[in-house]
């Protein structure tokens, strides 16, 4: 380790593992593969990766994953706050390097949750479990889609937000889908499409819910003097957040606000920027609701105005505030804890390596900010990172 401290710390390398469906390889795989795509992309040999970080798979995560990829680390990570996960542990990684306490922080993910339960290996799971303050809520079929519709109907009563509002995300998110050659689903969709399909929740019909795919990435994290060695202009990490809500829905204040509120103007703070700056946000959504409560919670807009906000195209790759560039998890990519492809479409954005995607400005120019939000649970955590050239 050299240099002084605290160090500036960029992303250097992101990749995906093949993803969609991808019935013939294994979780495992999918990390070895996301890994070895993300350090070429990078240029920097593996040796220089000291830090290590994985969560959601193996009875020892990222023990088991590190051996798999043939690492070693001194510095790990294996936070574990669902969606959320990938933001938090970057945000640590980046403390770490600034530190010294780590030189490069390979962070990875891959899940082969829809070819599992195509092939049996294991059924759709309704709930977390229910042992500790759960126990009071799933024997009465509280299931995790409920706790977010509920949610979503508390702030279309509070505020006069409408069904049609949130089918705005999923028809701008596919939109966004459409030149991503990684996207699962690319054909376009209307509000009559999301609004008349099979209620899963109410109100969420099915394109209200995320999609299910197998997939995996990785992000490279490395102190600043290793950018001269990189392939790629770096991505900085300016600032990021951290927050947590709540378990049982007894104890959530309020069903309109997310712990974004938290962590995203921690974020703001930290990095020295306003929302009002940033030119793209990616931003976790399971459900449309997530999307539309947490640009509230942001700051892109004032609490309750998200369903006016949403609408007119906005969120498209050439709308006011492009969300979701790559489609998101309502059309692209999800996998599970889908928190780590975020920051990999933002760096691919920042850096203008998007393709027929590729968000500009007005003048033509590359974005130059960007943030990454995830939540996970349902509203019980959120991770936010600001990113810039």
Same mark, same amino acid.
């Given at each position: 380790?050299?240099?002084?401290?605290?160090?500036?710390?960029?992303?250097?390398?992101?990749?995906?593992?093949?993803?969609?469906?991808?019935?013939?390889v294994?979780?495992?795989?999918?990390?070895?593969?996301?890994?070895?795509?993300?350090?070429?992309?990078?240029?920097?040999?593996?040796?220089?990766?000291?830090?290590?970080?994985?969560?959601?798979?193996?009875?020892?995560?990222?023990?088991?994953?590190?051996?798999?990829?043939?690492?070693?680390?001194?510095?790990?990570?294996?936070?574990?706050?669902?969606?959320?996960?990938?933001?938090?542990?970057?945000?640590? !990684? +980046?403390?770490?390097?600034?530190l010294?306490? %780590?030189?490069?922080?390979?962070? #990875?993910? @891959? &899940?082969? $949750?829809?070819?599992?339960?195509?092939?049996?290996?294991?059924t759709?799971?309704?709930?977390?479990?229910?042992?500790?303050?759960l126990?009071?809520?799933v024997?009465?079929?509280?299931?995790?889609?409920?706790?977010?519709?509920?949610?979503a109907?508390?702030?279309?009563?509070?505020?006069?937000?409408?069904?049609?509002?949130?089918?705005?995300?999923?028809?701008?998110?596919?939109?966004?889908?459409?030149?991503?050659?990684?996207?699962?689903?690319?054909?376009?969709?209307?509000?009559?499409?999301?609004?008349?399909?099979?209620?899963?929740?109410?109100?969420?019909?099915?394109?209200?819910?995320?999609?299910?795919?197998?997939?995996?990435?990785?992000v490279?994290? !490395? +102190?600043?003097?290793?950018?001269?060695?990189? %392939?790629?202009?770096?991505?900085? #990490?300016? @600032? &990021?957040? $951290?927050?947590?809500?709540?378990?049982?829905?007894?104890?959530?204040?309020?069903?309109?606000?997310?712990?974004?509120?938290?962590?995203g103007?921690?974020?703001?703070?930290?990095?020295?920027?306003?929302?009002?700056?940033i030119?793209?946000?990616?931003?976790?959504?399971?459900?449309?609701?997530?999307?539309?409560?947490?640009?509230?919670?942001?700051?892109?807009?004032?609490?309750?105005?998200?369903?006016?906000?949403?609408?007119?195209?906005?969120?498209?790759?050439?709308?006011?505030?492009?969300?979701?560039?790559?489609?998101?998890?309502?059309?692209?990519?999800?996998?599970g804890?889908?928190?780590?492809?975020?920051?990999?479409?933002?760096?691919?954005?920042?850096?203008?390596?998007?393709?027929?995607?590729?968000?500009?400005?007005?003048?033509?120019?590359?974005?130059e900010?960007?943030?990454?939000?995830?939540?996970?649970?349902?509203?019980?955590?959120?991770?936010?990172?600001?990113?810039?050239?």
């Open positions: 380790m050299a240099g002084a401290f605290p160090r500036k710390v960029a992303v250097v390398g992101v990749a995906l593992s093949d993803t969609g469906r991808v019935d013939d294994t979780p495992y795989a999918l990390h070895a593969q996301a890994a070895r795509r993300a350090l070429a992309d990078s240029g920097l040999d593996r040796s220089v990766v000291d830090g290590f970080g994985s969560a959601g798979l193996g009875t020892l995560a990222p023990v088991e994953v590190a051996e798999y990829l043939g690492l070693r680390p001194t510095w790990l990570d294996s936070t574990g706050v669902g969606g959320a996960t990938w933001e938090v542990m970057a945000a640590h !990684a +980046a403390d770490a390097i600034a010294g306490h %780590a030189d490069a922080v390979l962070l #990875v993910y @891959g &899940s082969t $949750a829809r070819a599992d339960i195509k092939a049996g290996r294991r759709s799971n309704l709930s977390f479990g229910g042992r500790g303050p126990q009071f809520e024997p009465y079929g509280h299931t995790l889609i409920a706790k977010y519709a509920m949610a109907r508390r702030h279309m009563h509070q505020y006069g937000t409408t069904v049609e509002q949130l089918a705005e995300v999923a028809v701008q998110a596919r939109a966004n889908a459409a030149t991503n050659p990684d996207a699962m689903f690319r054909d376009p969709i209307t509000v009559d499409d999301v609004v008349s399909g099979p209620v899963i929740a109410d109100p969420f019909t099915k394109l209200h819910c995320c999609i299910r795919s197998d997939g995996g990435c990785a490279l994290l !490395a +102190a600043q003097e290793y950018v001269a060695d990189c %392939a790629k202009s770096p991505v900085w #990490v300016l @600032g &990021s957040g $951290a927050a947590m809500s709540h378990t049982t829905m007894s104890e959530w204040e309020d069903f309109t606000v997310s712990p974004a509120a938290v962590s103007r921690i974020a703001f703070e930290r990095a020295g920027v306003r929302p009002a700056d030119d793209i946000a990616e931003i976790y959504d399971a459900f449309t609701y997530m999307t539309l409560v947490t640009l509230e919670d942001l700051g892109f807009c004032a609490k309750g105005e998200g369903g006016a906000f949403v609408e007119k195209g906005r969120l498209l790759r050439d709308g006011s505030l492009p969300v979701n560039t790559d489609g998101g998890g309502l059309s692209a990519c999800h996998p804890m889908r928190g780590l492809f975020l920051i990999v479409e933002a760096v691919r954005q920042l850096r203008g390596e998007a393709g027929p995607g590729q968000v500009r400005k007005a003048d033509g120019r590359l974005p900010l960007a943030v990454a939000s995830g939540t996970g649970g349902w509203f019980c955590s959120s991770g936010t990172v600001v990113l810039g050239r």
